[in-house]
């Protein structure tokens, strides 16, 4: 949602955080050459359930699924009685808040970052788009959508970021170009004054100049997210040709024919609940820091934003129960919900608030198989990541092993017991002890 004070007292603290150095080779050095067998292991490949299977893995990819797969000979051997293997996770709506970032998603199970906005703080603009793109086997892989806004609006507030911006239709294909020379797989556009959040309206494209850059964006191959939360602008941006939407709708309730009109547009959600919520003042902050599960792997920068939330003249306008109301009508009319953290923003933490957000999404009225989807194949398939999402043959071994049974109470999502990217399985111990004596006097 990235919404801020027009103090920036807190945006200026954020620009602090940039002295977070992490320690490389968190990825242990078993490579990816090996044999792994995962076995007598309940299986969520993405979109349905095995109760009790085997998942083989080769030179980093996934060879072999299923109830009646044996172990090759020579693999080393995992036993997966009372856990679950999911896919490692998607985080649809991403922001880096120091160069500890991907690590940090990582170490809880999120092996793909979807960036909205990928210079949230003065440390991650100084990464190169290269940094910022080609991550390391110790950090989640990220893809980029840079944010193209109106001259003085929202993301524009930052001190030392200059976000691409239009302001009359004919820049639209110039400030499109510029976002796909940056890296951008998709474009992010804002359209949104902050009518339901800020204190005092901000700058924000027209219909006409949203509706160029759509235009242009989709001319060059490019899907669209939007930033548009109150319903009115939503819809306006859906008919201007959105493939999706950033947040949830947050002040009205949309009548069931344009709930349709959205289905019939193949329009894809990413409410981003749990980062609404902290705006209204109902954050999940302190519910966090007291999980057992999830505060090890708090980084201090994370640590430093939940300290810091919304600033309390901060949304008057936004309604938690229409959010949910929402969210569960775009779902029941096909409309995609994909899972997103929004990390970066005061009162969230990366990596840990997506696995919120799975339960704030079950609360809306997803089950917990269809709030797994929306962090695996889902957004793999939206944002057409072919080679991940799922558990199949031919993908990629990110995978999460997990204690217990998330498709049925979706918190056991935080019980991580290994991750695996691209068939390394990562050091969470050598990351935890890191990240303790960082946060120690």
């Known amino acids: 949602m990235r919404c ?112 909205m906005f990928p210079q949230l703080s003065a440390s991650v603009a100084r990464m190169s788009v290269e940094q910022l793109s080609q991550r390391g086997p110790d950090e989640a892989d990220s893809f980029i959508g840079m944010l193209i806004t109106s001259p003085g609006g929202h993301g524009s507030e930052y001190p030392g970021i200059t976000p691409l911006t239009a302001s009359t239709p004919q820049e639209c294909e110039k400030a499109v170009e510029a976002a796909i020379a940056a890296g951008s797989r998709y474009i992010k556009l804002v359209y949104d004054a902050g009518e339901t959040v800020l204190p005092a309206p901000m700058p924000t494209l027209s219909r006409e100049v949203l509706a160029a850059c759509i235009q242009a964006a989709h001319a060059k191959g490019r899907q669209v997210v939007v930033h548009a939360l109150p319903w009115q602008r939503a819809r306006e941006a859906v008919d201007a040709g959105a493939d999706g939407l950033a947040h949830c709708i947050t002040d009205t309730l949309p009548d069931a024919a344009q709930v349709r009109r959205l289905a ?93 957000e799975l339960q704030m999404l079950v609360a809306a009225g997803l089950t917990p198989v269809q709030a797994l989807a ?42 991580i017991l290994a991750v695996w990217k691209e068939g390394r399985r990562l050091d969470r111990g050598a990351w935890r002890a890191h990240l303790e004596a960082a946060r120690s006097p």
């Open 4 to 115: 801020r004070s027009r103090s920036q007292v807190w945006a200026l603290a954020l620009l602090a955080l940039a002295g977070c150095v992490t320690p490389r080779g968190t990825a242990e050095t078993a490579g990816a050459e090996s044999i792994l067998a995962i076995r007598n292991v309940r299986i969520f490949d993405g979109e349905r359930i095995i109760p009790e299977g085997t998942v083989v893995v080769r030179e980093g990819k996934i060879v072999a699924v299923g109830a009646d797969v044996s172990p090759p000979e020579g693999a080393e051997i995992l036993d997966g009685r009372g856990q679950t293997l999911l896919p490692g996770l998607l985080d649809s709506h991403f922001h880096a808040d120091g160069p500890d970032s991907y690590r940090a998603a990582l170490a809880l199970g999120i092996t793909t970052a979807l960036d």
């Open 264 to 356: 019939e547009r193949k329009t894809f959600l990413i409410p981003t609940l749990a980062v609404a919520l902290s705006v209204a003042h109902q954050g999940h902050a302190e519910l966090l820091k007291a999980d057992p599960l999830l505060a090890p792997y708090l980084t201090p920068s994370s640590l430093q934003l939940m300290a810091m939330p919304f600033p309390p003249e901060f949304g008057a306008g936004l309604r938690p129960e229409v959010m949910r109301q929402s969210t569960r009508m775009l779902l029941e009319a096909g409309v995609p919900v994909l899972a997103g953290s929004d990390s970066g923003n005061p009162g969230v933490a990366v990596g840990a608030t997506l696995h919120y």
């Open 374 to 415: 929306a962090a695996t194949s889902v957004p793999a398939r939206i944002f057409q990541l072919a080679d991940r999402g799922r558990i199949a043959p031919g993908l990629r071994a990110d995978l999460l092993l997990v204690r217990g049974d998330p498709t049925v109470d979706v918190r056991q999502t935080r019980d």
